[in-house]
């Protein structure tokens, strides 16, 4: 069992920054693939961003790239997403989750079924 949770969230006007954390407490973090996923009002969850076991591969949705950086620390159990230049259409709960596989694909880390812990959500607003 995993158990994630999400902080850094907030209010931010457009072009600002922020960093989202994600804790992982349970089984041995480093022995999962990382990903970021977000849900705007009135749509889907969609994939933001994914980062392997090790932290040497990474992916991103094309509306992030450049924008946003992944990352993690394994001796710290937590995932990082630091958003710069954000958007009013970033706005959205951001979801961190935890994957065993690493993947080789963007197309596979991109399904949700790809992963077996969920943390709950942390708030983004970004203001125009």
């Known amino acids: 069992q995993v158990h994630l949770g999400e902080s850094g969230g907030g209010l931010v006007q457009a072009g600002g920054s922020l960093r989202l954390s994600c804790a992982a407490s349970g089984r041995t973090f480093s022995s999962y693939a990382m990903g970021w996923f977000r849900q705007a009002p009135g749509k889907e969850r969609e994939f933001v961003a994914a980062?392997?076991?090790?932290?040497?591969?990474?992916y991103y949705t094309d509306s992030v790239k450049g924008r946003f950086t992944i990352s993690r620390d394994n001796a710290k159990n937590t995932m990082y997403l630091q958003m710069n230049s954000l958007k009013p259409e970033d706005t959205a709960v951001y979801y961190c989750?935890?994957?065993?596989?690493?993947?080789?694909?963007?197309?596979?880390?991109?399904?949700?079924?790809?992963?077996?812990?969920w943390g709950q959500g942390t708030q983004v607003t970004v203001s125009s």
């Open positions: 980062i392997t076991r090790s932290g040497t591969r990474t």
């Open positions: 989750a935890a994957d065993p596989i690493d993947r080789t694909t963007i197309g596979q880390y991109q399904q949700e079924w790809a992963y077996n812990y």
